[in-house]
């Protein structure tokens, strides 16, 4: 999986392409470690170009949100409906009632 991090003030963008599974996840914990580091407030991960989410990448994300909760930075997820697998797989483990997610990464600004 590649990430492309962009920062906007105190937002960081995560930009995931490629499969979110165990073989992806120590990455994407050492970008979310570095955006912290940086005074990132809240941290969006955009997965519009995520193909599968497997059930570690899941829980990472439930962790890595209770965790960075206690810190108060908040954790967002972006994903698109046209991403309707990922977006099926998160709305039922029911991911969205406790991690904030948009459809765009605009909305979750405003969010």
Known sequence: MNITTQYF???????????MDFQSH???LSSIEDAVHSGSQTINLDLQHVPFIDSLAIG?????????????IQLQLVCPEHNSVVTKILQSLKVPELIPTFLSFQESLSG
């Open 26 to 28: 120590s990455h994407l």
């Open 60 to 72: 990472l994300l439930v962790a890595a949100y209770k965790q960075l909760k206690g810190q108060d």
């Open 9 to 19: 003030q105190e937002t960081a963008l995560f930009t995931l392409n490629g499969k």
